[in-house]
């Protein structure tokens, strides 16, 4: 008799946590947006020479409430902080503890950073060190004055990896990692990453999500000299750089259902894509739209913000793909632009609608933005 074919291995979501300008879960994100509230608001630093004019900022939010050794804050950026927080918020919505019911090597995590950045108070000792006395960069002095007075704990705080070090130590994780960086597509590829992990049994479960400060100077600096605000020099509106961090449980579906865990969804099909100059942005993103076969979905959570190019194309490949008729949520338009942590609040919310819709209800989830990389995701009700 010929072998039996093996049960193909699901991804499944089981536990959510994130900390964004609009709320601490999925249910307070939802609720603000349904209300029509925004977190946009103009920035804590003077913008004047800036395209941008406005910021999306945390505030209130407490880092000793989520991290046990208070001492080790001093060596984590605000990314990390943030990245630590979410990410013990979903393992405890997983109802997942150290060792119990996975060992730490049997849990993956895959994540994504932005581009690595300080306010300017932090930087400003460093420049003013290094100056010579017309105030020009100095380099005998950055070298000889500068870097003695540079604490060691500086590097832990720069690096774009070391939030989700500090992840993997908060939480306890051992098992297979990748870091990716530092918009939303590599966030989305952080997301695919650990449901192929659990596809081909490389775990039984993974952490995924992202992190991103962009509301201070040089973040804002460094968008407007990638291109990033052009929308707002050529429309007069674009993206609002905002600061969050948002990380998913997954698991192998039949693990969780031995564990009689809670599931919000589940991830049949997903599909990510690279743009190119050569090809209209709108048919790299309706290709991406019409591979995740979101056939069934009455609900699209959308990418689209205030960046016109890139909210036009993504309407455009709604509407190839058949879904112009859906119920469409635009979270960034309230929450803000999280760049790298984009894609994990995208997905994250998907899968809470998903819920709280019930059997029968799917939701595309799309992570388009700026970048070469794209993603979108189809969440279904299990």
């Given at each position: 008799m010929p072998a039996t074919p093996p049960t193909p291995r699901q991804a499944v979501v089981t536990g959510i946590g994130m900390v964004t300008p609009l709320g601490d879960s999925p249910a307070a994100v939802l609720a603000g947006i349904e209300a029509g509230r925004s977190a946009a608001r103009a920035p804590s630093f003077d913008a004047a020479a800036l395209l941008c004019p406005l910021a999306a900022p945390i505030d209130g939010f407490d880092p000793e409430r989520h991290v046990d050794d208070?001492?080790?804050?001093?060596?984590?950026?605000?990314?990390?902080?943030?990245?630590?927080?979410?990410?013990?918020?979903?393992?405890?919505?997983?109802?997942?503890?150290?060792?119990?019911?996975?060992?730490?090597?049997?849990?993956?995590?895959?994540?994504?950073?932005?581009?690595?950045?300080?306010?300017?108070?932090?930087?400003?000792?460093?420049?003013?060190?290094?100056?010579?006395?017309?105030?020009?960069?100095?380099?005998?002095?950055?070298?000889?004055?500068t870097l003695k007075r540079v604490r060691p704990v500086l590097s832990f705080r720069i690096l774009a990896n070391m939030p989700i070090c500090f992840v993997s130590i908060a939480g306890s994780i051992r098992g297979a990692n990748g870091i990716y960086t530092p918009w939303e597509g590599q966030g989305a590829h952080a997301i695919a990453a650990g449901i192929r992990a659990i596809e081909e049994g490389l775990a039984p479960c993974a952490v995924v999500g992202g992190c991103d400060v962009r509301t201070h100077e040089f973040a804002f600096v460094s968008l407007q000299q990638l291109g990033a605000f052009q929308s707002w020099a050529d429309h007069g509106e674009g993206a609002v750089p905002g600061e969050g961090a948002a990380f998913l449980v997954l698991e192998e579906q039949s693990l969780a259902a031995d564990r009689e865990a809670r599931v919000y969804a589940t991830i049949p099909r997903h599909a990510i894509g690279t743009t190119s100059s050569k090809v209209p942005l709108a048919d790299t993103l309706a290709g991406l739209v019409s591979a995740a076969r979101p056939d069934g979905a009455a609900r699209i959570v959308a990418a689209g913000d205030g960046d016109r190019p890139i909210r036009q194309a993504e309407a455009d490949a709604i509407e190839r793909a058949g879904l112009g008729a859906a119920d469409t949520l635009y979270p960034k338009r309230h929450v803000g632009n999280l760049y790298a942590a984009a894609a994990a609040v995208q997905v994250a919310l998907a899968a809470a609608m998903v819920e709280r819709a019930g059997t029968g209800h799917a939701v595309l989830a799309n992570c388009f933005g700026y970048g070469s990389q794209q993603g979108s995701f189809l969440l279904e009700a299990v």
């Open positions: 208070v001492k080790s804050l001093r060596l984590m950026s605000r990314d990390a902080q943030l990245a630590v927080a979410a990410a013990r918020m979903a393992l405890a919505d997983a109802g997942l503890e150290p060792r119990r019911p996975y060992a730490p090597e049997d849990i993956a995590l895959y994540g994504a950073t932005g581009l690595t950045g300080m306010p300017a108070e932090e930087v400003a000792a460093l420049v003013r060190h290094s100056a010579d006395p017309e105030g020009n960069l100095d380099l005998r002095r950055f070298g000889s004055v």
